[in-house]
C-alpha cells in the first residue's frame, strides 16, 4: 500500500506541475509571473479559465504565449517594455491597454468585441484599426503619429490624439465620432475649418498649424 500511496502521490505532483508550469505559461518570465499570480488568487488552471489580466509596471517585454487565453476579457499592461505587439484574436477581449510602452506601430483588425482601446504614451508612428465594430473610445495621444488608419470603426465616439505629428486624418466613415482632440499636431488650417464644419462633432484643436511649436 504505501508504494501504490507513493504513486498516487507522485502522479498528483506531476499532474499540479503540469498545470502551473505548462497550460498557463506565457514566454516572457515577468509576464509569466504576473499571470500566475492571477491565476494562483482565482484557482485558475488552465489559460481558457483566465478572463482578466492586469500587470502594470512589471517591465514585460512580450506577450508571446497569450494567444492560449482565448476567454480574455480585459487585457491591462500599463507601463511595462513592450517594442512589438502582435495580437491575437481574442473574441471576448472588450478593454485593451497598451499605453505606457515602448511601440512604434500598432495594428488592431477584427477585434468584434472591443470597446476601448488605450495606446496613450508610446512612440506610435503608425496605428492601424479597422474591423472593430463596437470600438467606442481610442486614446493614442502623447506619440509620434505620422498616419493613423481608421476604419470600419461605426461605434467610435471619443477620438484622443493629442500630441502626434498628424498632417492629416480622414474621419469621414466615423459617423458616430463625437468627440476629437488633436491639438499639438502639424495639421493645415484647412482641416481645422473642416472639423468646425461638422456637425455633432466637439473638436479639440490649435486652429493654426504654427500656433504649438
Same mark, same amino acid.
Given at each position: 500500500m504505501d508504494g501504490l500511496f507513493a504513486r498516487v502521490s507522485l502522479c498528483a505532483l506531476g499532474l499540479? %506541475?503540469?498545470? %502551473?508550469s505548462a497550460d498557463i505559461s506565457v514566454a516572457d518570465p515577468a509576464l509569466?509571473?504576473?499571470?500566475?499570480?492571477? %491565476?494562483?488568487? $482565482?484557482?485558475?488552471?488552465?489559460?481558457? $479559465?483566465?478572463?482578466q489580466i492586469s500587470c $502594470? =509596471?512589471?517591465k514585460i517585454e512580450s506577450i508571446d504565449g497569450l494567444e492560449k487565453f482565448t476567454s480574455l476579457t480585459k487585457l491591462s499592461l500599463y507601463k511595462?517594455?513592450?517594442?512589438?505587439?502582435d495580437l491575437p484574436r481574442f473574441d471576448r477581449l472588450s478593454h485593451l491597454n497598451i499605453a505606457g510602452n515602448a511601440l512604434t506601430q500598432l495594428v488592431v483588425k477584427d477585434c468584434d468585441?472591443?470597446?476601448?482601446?488605450?495606446?496613450?504614451? =508610446?512612440? @506610435?508612428?503608425?496605428?492601424?484599426i479597422q474591423g472593430c465594430s463596437k470600438l467606442t473610445q481610442v486614446k493614442a495621444n502623447n506619440n509620434a503619429l505620422r498616419s493613423a488608419d481608421l476604419t470600419e470603426l461605426p461605434a @467610435?465616439?471619443?477620438? $484622443?490624439?493629442?500630441?502626434?505629428?498628424?498632417?492629416?486624418?480622414?474621419?469621414?466613415? @466615423?459617423?458616430?465620432?463625437r468627440y476629437l482632440d488633436v491639438r499639438q499636431n502639424p495639421m493645415s488650417d484647412e482641416f481645422y475649418d473642416y472639423l468646425d464644419s461638422v456637425n455633432d462633432l466637439?473638436? @479639440?484643436?490649435?486652429? =493654426?498649424?504654427?500656433?504649438?511649436?
Open positions: 499540479f %506541475a503540469s498545470l %502551473a509569466q509571473k504576473c499571470v500566475s499570480d492571477i %491565476a494562483k488568487k $482565482h484557482d485558475w488552471t488552465q489559460p481558457e $479559465h483566465v478572463e $502594470h =509596471n512589471k511595462n517594455t513592450i517594442t512589438a505587439l468585441s472591443l470597446k476601448v482601446l488605450y495606446a496613450f504614451h =508610446n512612440k @506610435l508612428q503608425r496605428m492601424t @467610435l465616439k471619443k477620438l $484622443h490624439l493629442f500630441d502626434n505629428e498628424l498632417e492629416e486624418l480622414n474621419i469621414e466613415s @466615423l459617423n458616430q465620432l466637439t473638436s @479639440l484643436h490649435d486652429g =493654426n498649424a504654427d500656433d504649438w511649436e
